[in-house]
């Protein structure tokens, strides 16, 4: 066996029987010593697959077709409202990183004196600089969040964009609305003033009044049966630990689906 | 003929300790990647047969449709809808900034188990829960039981809950068909209506004590509304849906007899 290899496709016999040009000559041969180095045709697919993007053209939408722009511009916002709780949870994810910073869960005795999360939350708000504007972005975009998801379930429903091939996708909007109220209670307890406490009270009987496994959740959740500074520490593991990696996940399923399967066609 | 020579050979001289010709380059023996994946069984093949029919399907779908004028089931995420909603987007961020610069939060008093205020509320988006857990009124006391109630007003509001959720979520698998307008289907428009003006209602029952209204009346109220919102949203989409046929065929109320 030879070790000169053999020429399967043969470009010089090729090139020899096609009576070409000096230009063409010269340019074909270049460019088959450049793609034998570089292997220009895989780059090429890329470029021509990129021009046949970029020129797509799309298909008549069901609005083009009947003429429909006005109405669905007038109506647009409403459309943008998942984006819109998306952003708002980013906005929070930041703002809350940045809180965890500064403050530490710390019940104490919940004897009216004040605890160590109270205190934290009092050195954020009166203390530190532009620490009011943290918690106060920090609030204002959950609180929008939590507006923006009941509007966009809204929308879903009465342009019925939850139906056929999109029940699936329904469903994961339940569980994420759930998750974002869990989320909305659990960060509503953990300033560990008044109204948290006994947010926190009604929280505890709500548990342990669901059947036959009341307890066993009103254990895991409050760690106890009264509230107490396990209580305070559990909430703010949920908060900052266990829904931000469960909701992130959800949402990049729930946005992932969305994404596979198109907007619902307005109309 | 060939198959018989390499037959022979691989038998004399594959070894399992890898000398003699060892790795054998591919030959008509080698199966294709086609051939290997029809020769799987159960499930594996199933797919592969599952996957093949889809794929003939969506190609028998492409052929005939003419393109230009065929209908279309959604709109594509990229680049149409994020272009337009990261615009809006940034409005929106704007808008939670200068909210929280504006509205900075209250802090309450700190946790006091030995006083209890005398208004305790929830966030507000969990008023309609909160509401849903004073229904007590409705739990059902059984006479045979004598007069005992079935279960306790609280379990019976978490519960109320749960059914309100898991109505929520059949919704989809009642009502399907390609309708998207309101307007297209009166009764769904309806029964969306009652909910959002019940969950409004039972929102208004969970804060009772604040309301300056006669708390039986404020009870009745809480479920008679939102029946009559049904029935107005019913009603109007119907009327609404009346016009829409009328336009669409007007055209042919005007045919004229020809003279």
Redesign the interface.
């Known amino acids: 066996m030879s070790l000169k290899r053999k020429d399967d496709y043969d470009h010089a016999g090729w090139m020899k029987e096609r009576e070409l040009t000096a230009i063409e000559r010269i340019y074909l041969t270049t460019l088959m010593w450049l793609d034998k180095r570089f292997r220009i045709v895989d780059y090429l697919e890329i470029l021509e697959n990129m021009y046949y993007k970029v020129n797509f053209q799309m298909p008549k939408s069901h609005t083009e077709q009947y003429n429909l722009d006005n109405k669905f511009w007038y109506w647009y916002p409403l459309y943008a409202l998942g984006s819109f709780s998306t952003i708002a949870y980013i906005v929070a994810a930041i703002s809350g990183a940045l809180l965890g910073f500064y403050y530490a869960p710390g019940a104490g005795a919940s004897n009216g004196e004040p605890a160590l999360a109270y205190n934290t939350i009092t050195f954020i708000m009166t203390d530190l600089n532009l620490g009011f504007f943290l918690r106060s972005l920090h609030r204002w975009s959950a609180q929008v969040m939590v507006a923006a998801v009941f509007l966009h379930m809204l929308r879903v429903y009465f342009t019925g964009a939850y139906k056929e091939p999109r029940e699936l996708n329904w469903l994961i909007g339940i569980a994420l609305i759930s998750l974002t109220m869990v989320f909305g209670y659990t960060g509503y307890l953990l300033p560990w003033d008044q109204l948290a406490f006994w947010a926190g009270q009604i929280g505890v009987e709500m548990s342990l009044s669901i059947p036959l496994i009341g307890e066993w959740v009103a254990q895991l959740l409050f760690g106890g049966f009264t509230l107490s500074q396990s209580t305070v520490q559990r909430m703010y593991i949920i908060h900052v630990f266990i829904l931000p990696f469960v909701v992130t996940g959800v949402i990049a399923l729930h946005i992932g689906i969305v994404w596979m399967q198109g907007i619902a066609e307005p109309h | 003929m060939t198959e018989d020579t390499t037959d022979a050979d691989t038998d004399e001289d594959v070894r399992t300790d890898g000398s003699g010709p060892g790795i054998v380059p591919p030959d008509d023996e080698t199966p294709t990647w086609g051939e290997r994946k029809t020769r799987r069984e159960g499930l594996a093949r199933l797919t592969y047969e599952y996957f093949e029919r889809a794929r003939s399907e969506d190609q028998e779908l492409r052929q005939e449709s003419s393109?230009?004028?065929?209908?279309?089931?959604?709109?594509?995420?990229?680049p149409?809808?994020?272009i337009?909603?990261?615009a809006?987007?940034s409005f929106?961020?704007g808008?939670?900034?200068f909210?929280?610069?504006a509205?900075?939060?209250h802090?309450?008093?700190?946790?006091?188990?030995?006083?209890?205020?005398a208004v305790?509320?929830?966030?507000w988006?969990?008023y309609w829960?909160?509401g849903l857990?004073k229904l007590g009124p409705l739990n059902p006391d059984i006479s045979l039981l004598g007069g005992q109630k079935l279960?306790?007003d609280?379990?019976y509001?978490?519960?109320a809950n749960l059914v309100v959720?898991g109505f929520?979520?059949i919704?989809?698998?009642l009502?399907?068909?390609?309708?998207?307008?309101?307007v297209e289907?009166p009764f769904?428009?309806a029964v969306?209506m009652s909910g959002?003006v019940f969950a409004f209602t039972v929102a208004v029952l969970s804060v009772k004590n604040l309301v300056p209204m006669d708390s039986h009346l404020l009870f009745d109220l809480t479920f008679l509304l939102p029946v009559v919102s049904a029935c107005l949203t019913y009603a109007v989409l119907r009327s609404m849906r009346e016009g829409y046929m009328f336009n669409l065929n007007r055209r042919y109320y005007r045919l004229r007899p020809p003279k």
Request: aromatic content about 10%.
């Open positions: 393109y230009v004028e065929r209908d279309v089931l959604a709109f594509p995420t990229w149409h809808e994020m337009r909603n990261l809006l987007v929106f961020v808008m939670i900034i909210l929280s610069a509205l900075p939060p802090i309450g008093p700190p946790a006091d188990s030995s006083s209890t205020p305790i509320l929830p966030d988006y969990l829960s909160f857990l279960m306790a609280r379990t509001g978490v519960l959720v929520v979520a919704v989809p698998f009502n399907k068909g390609s309708a998207r307008r309101p289907q769904w428009g969306g959002v």
